[in-house]
């Protein structure tokens, strides 16, 4: 079972596109400071890096979440994987929301939303919908109006490493667990 596991692990990640890192670095998993954001957010604001991994071959997904403090001290993190996801778009939006449940749930009353999708963004921020994601967008806002503020902030990849990597082991496992063919 072990070796099954390792073959398919290495099938998995020589499938991987080339421009992708293969492997990651626990340095490279570490939340961003509020010093290194390139954006400014309150002092008293919880912010909710999210990332989502998607094979666009399985709809497979990998979910996953990290909130800090705007010094970068961990609250809460999280990572979860969905099968038959329809696209990146509606993975980025189910990475969002379990976050924002939780920042909720522990009764945070100020955030501040970090998805690395500048069209998600823009959706939660704009009068727009995609019929696909329109249930998630309602979830998301019925979510919001339970904290005092909140803003939606795109950010690059490079500052979202930690909810990156969570995305990605989440997709690697559910990979392992019901592999292809």
């Not at 009353?109 to 995609?130: E, I």
């Not at 309602?138 to 990597?165: E, M, P, R, T």
């Amino acid at each position: 079972m072990l070796m099954k596991a390792l073959k398919l692990a290495k099938e998995w990640q020589s499938a991987q596109p080339q421009h992708k890192v293969n492997s990651v670095s626990p340095k490279d998993c570490q939340p961003p400071n509020q010093n290194s954001l390139p954006l400014q957010v309150p002092q008293n604001a919880l912010l909710i890096f999210s990332d989502a991994a998607w094979n666009i071959t399985t709809c497979d997904s990998g979910l996953g979440w990290v909130s800090t403090d705007i010094n970068g001290a961990v609250s809460f993190q999280g990572s979860s994987s969905r099968r038959y996801v329809a696209s990146v778009l509606v993975a980025e939006a189910l990475s969002l929301k379990p976050g924002l449940q939780q920042a909720v749930s522990l009764g945070y009353k100020d955030a501040v939303c970090l998805p690395d999708s500048r069209c998600l963004v823009g959706l939660l921020t704009g009068n727009s919908s995609v019929i696909s994601i329109q249930g998630l967008l309602h979830d998301i806002c019925v979510l919001s109006s339970s904290l005092n503020s909140i803003s939606f902030k795109f950010i690059s990849q490079a500052y979202n490493s930690a909810a990156d990597c969570s995305a990605k082991n989440a997709l690697f496992v559910l990979f392992l667990t019901h592999p292809v063919g």
